[in-house]
């Protein structure tokens, strides 16, 4: 049964860890992995590359992936520059309560001795966030930043000289795939279907070298060109490292808790029926660290395992949040479909409260602020609908949604500020 069905079967640990040494087996990589670097410390980064340099010539990666690497290098090193501003402005909200709030309640007339106390603390707390700030400020000088110079893609450019997959063939052979993955999206057949909401997003596609590319169908590409490389006749084994968390890449189980067993069922499939290779594998970075210690010998700090571990811990998170905020922009757009003036009847039917939850769900998935301004046009116009208590917690939600949501450099959004006066 186990050779009609290869694709329910993961192989035996003992039998996984004799192909890490097998010569005709493949190491590939994903773009998550590489990007992942950025957020790693720097013992993290030095181990990872010290394994892939043992691993020498068994490593390997798609074009796809080089490709999306390039593509997303930039805005992930801006992102992880912008942690140091965001710890900047918690710092600042722990000191606003001392020079905002405490004040109006005028403690240095009605009580004295309690006034001199709050001041104290003031300092106190003061001193410690100045302490605080030093250290925030020498880690943050040595965070690159996007005009920095990359000394991790000087890495990876060495590292995987001569080892990407080449590009596409031409536009017809992309045009192909992303007609064949729109049937497999709609089967959900894996990798790629929890991708969908990619074309909804501000820039669903992109072009690169003559040639345009669809996200959404990105992990599919991947995919494809992994399944041309492993038909290649001396590859006999492939394992493939991502910090990939959803649902189309693994076979998750809810018991007690999300655990993820293997490969997805129909990925194995597909590959063993494409391929001649007896063994595929899949691993994320913390677990093929913490392999590599084990089976090849060679130092890795167990701080570095648990930090690959804590970052794919989070995208694990962020994939199931992601999820229910899906469900929540699908209920929203149901009930738009349905009803003839859906924002008076909605509202009217005193389901305020959840459609407000549902339209701030949907503009988080997709990065507009439409929904949120439909709902204050909805009060300007009813003014009496804004009365009720729970209509005052909307209010003051949105107000917080936009003012959280709002560039600090953008001062030109007349309407936005009007928004925020007239909830004021």
Not at 187 to 203: A, H, L, M, Y
Request: proline share 4%.
């Amino acid at each position: 049964m186990r050779d009609a069905f290869k694709g329910f079967y993961t192989h035996k640990e003992n039998t996984i860890e004799q192909k890490w040494k097998n010569e005709n087996t493949l190491f590939v990589f994903d773009a998550n992995v590489l990007l992942n670097l950025y957020g790693y410390a720097k013992q993290t980064q030095n181990d990872f590359f010290k394994l892939l340099n043992k691993l020498d010539e068994k490593i390997w990666i798609p074009y796809h992936v080089a490709l999306e690497y390039q593509t997303q290098r930039l805005p992930v090193i801006k992102r992880e520059k912008a942690i140091f501003r965001k710890v900047n402005d918690f710092l600042r909200k722990i000191e606003a309560p001392f020079e905002k709030d405490l004040p109006e309640l005028a403690l240095q007339t009605r009580l004295p001795e309690l006034h001199k106390n709050t001041e104290t603390l003031q300092k106190e707390i003061k001193t410690a966030i100045n302490k605080y700030e030093k250290s925030v400020a020498r880690w943050d000088e040595k965070q690159p930043c996007v005009r920095s110079h990359d000394e991790i893609r000087d890495q990876l450019d060495d590292l995987f000289e001569s080892k990407i997959g080449p590009k596409p063939k031409n536009q017809d052979w992309l045009d192909e795939l992303y007609s064949e993955g729109k049937h497999r999206y709609e089967s959900k057949t894996p990798p790629g279907f929890e991708d969908q909401n990619k074309d909804k997003s501000e820039s669903p596609h992109f072009t690169y070298d003559g040639l345009f590319y669809e996200k959404k169908y990105g992990d599919l590409i991947v995919w494809k060109q992994i399944i041309d490389k492993a038909q290649s006749s001396h590859i006999k084994n492939l394992i493939f490292v991502s910090d990939d968390s959803k649902e189309d890449w693994w076979y998750i189980l809810n018991s007690r808790g999300k655990k993820t067993i293997g490969p997805h069922a129909d990925l194995q499939s597909e590959i063993y029926r494409e391929t001649e290779i007896d063994v595929f594998h899949m691993y994320n970075t913390s677990e093929f660290l913490e392999k590599g210690k084990e089976i090849l010998e060679i130092s890795v700090h167990e701080s570095s395992i648990q930090d690959a571990s804590s970052h794919f811990q989070q995208a694990i998170n962020y994939t199931i949040h992601a999820r229910e905020l899906n469900k929540s922009a699908q209920k929203l757009r149901d009930a738009l479909n349905k009803a003839e003036d859906p924002w008076d009847r909605l509202f009217k039917q005193n389901q305020a409260f959840e459609v407000f939850e549902a339209a701030r769900n949907f503009d988080q998935i997709y990065g507009k602020n439409n929904h949120w301004k439909k709902i204050i046009d909805f009060y300007k116009q009813n003014p009496d609908a804004a009365n009720n208590q729970t209509n005052q917690r909307i209010l003051e939600l949105l107000r917080k949604s936009i003012n959280d949501n709002k560039p600090e450099d953008d001062s030109s959004n007349e309407n936005e500020d009007d928004d925020l006066e007239w909830m004021n």
